[in-house]
């Protein structure tokens, strides 16, 4: 019998070469853990369990902080508003029931939280399990205070800022033990963004300071559940990819094709860190009417730079869906036998 898609994507996850190339929309399927606690999950205004207010936005099917709408300016004031949900408080047996029969897809469309129409599970596929975790600390202080305050703080006050890490990153690792106690996944998808298009929003030495310390903890502890740790950060993070590798993480995306070193990074990290995404989403995959040949250009372009060696997945994630139709076109004319046709090395 052949790998199933599941088994040939922890192929790609344990850096190895896989039969063929795992691609997001194909071989992977994704749950969330409590989602309305990281954030309103409707279709109108609403807070999450931390009390920030969201705000659904149509254009990008997702609810963004509530412009003007934050609970404190000085980071100094942060242990005053800072509110975390009682993770004991929660009813995870029923929790875990719902999110694993919820269609995950259906809500990155605008559809909501609603179950899978056939009344199927992520535990009746034979895909990848992964368990995305939005909102990670950085991505939460900037909820919290509104993302200028929070640069400024980090600038002005990164001692304060350390702190509040150790006790986020010290929730975030609770809420991951849940999760391995309660939903049989393979991956933890952990959320944080620390990149613009061009730079990061804070220096990579600062990054070293206040956050790398605390995200080992937390990768330290998915390991120790036995879960496979894949970091998301959108932006430009080539500063901190060998970090990455250091601290442990299993893999990176969506490693938009701002970082364009990535072909002559990955074969020196691809060993320890397996490499998802590449794509250019804002100038091709995410532009409205864009073109089937120049998203097929696209495919190609990052498949041919980043898959040879294995430990790589295909990750375009992005905020429109049109170019899927001509991404799979390709995905199945070229991806699925690239490895196949002397691509081995």
Not at 27 to 55: L, N
Not at 239 to 254: F, K, N, W
Not at 292 to 302: D, L, T
């Amino acid at each position: 019998m052949g790998l199933t898609p599941r088994e040939n994507a922890l192929m790609a996850y344990r850096h190895q070469i896989p039969a063929y190339i795992p691609c997001f929309f194909t071989d992977v399927i994704v749950t969330q853990a409590c989602p309305s606690m990281e954030r309103y999950t409707g279709h109108s205004v609403g807070k999450d369990f931390f009390g920030v207010e969201w705000t659904y936005e149509p254009n990008i099917h997702a609810p963004m902080p509530t412009p003007g709408k934050i609970m404190f300016e000085d980071i100094e004031d942060w242990r005053d508003y800072l509110k975390l949900p009682d993770l004991d408080a929660i009813d995870w047996e029923k929790q875990a029931d719902i999110d694993v029969h919820t269609d995950f897809m259906a809500f990155v469309m605008g559809a909501g939280i609603v179950p899978f129409q056939d009344g199927s599970s992520i535990y009746d596929t034979d895909k990848l399990r992964v368990c995305m975790i939005l909102n990670g600390p950085f991505e939460r202080l900037h909820s919290l205070m509104g993302f200028e305050n929070a640069l400024v703080a980090l600038a002005s006050d990164p001692e304060e800022c350390n702190a509040y890490f150790e006790t986020m990153f010290n929730w975030k690792i609770e809420y991951i033990k849940k999760i391995a106690q309660y939903y049989d996944v393979d991956v933890i998808n952990f959320h944080d963004d620390y990149g613009a298009a061009d730079r990061m929003f804070m220096s990579p030495d600062l990054w070293r300071q206040i956050i790398k310390p605390h995200l080992k903890r937390l990768v330290d502890a998915v390991h120790e559940a036995g879960l496979i740790y894949q970091h998301h950060s959108c932006g430009y993070v080539e500063p901190i990819l060998e970090d990455m590798a250091e601290i442990g993480v299993d893999a990176i995306d969506t490693l938009q094709a701002c970082n364009k070193n990535l072909a002559q990074i990955k074969p020196r990290l691809q060993d320890r860190l397996t490499f998802c995404g590449g794509f250019d989403n804002q100038g091709i995959l995410d532009v409205p009417g864009v073109s089937a040949e120049a998203v097929k250009k696209e495919y190609r372009r990052v498949i041919d730079s980043l898959a040879p060696g294995g430990s790589y997945v295909i990750y375009p994630i992005g905020g429109a869906f049109d170019f899927v139709p001509a991404f799979l076109e390709e995905h199945f004319q070229y991806g699925m036998s690239f490895y196949a046709q002397n691509h081995q090395q």
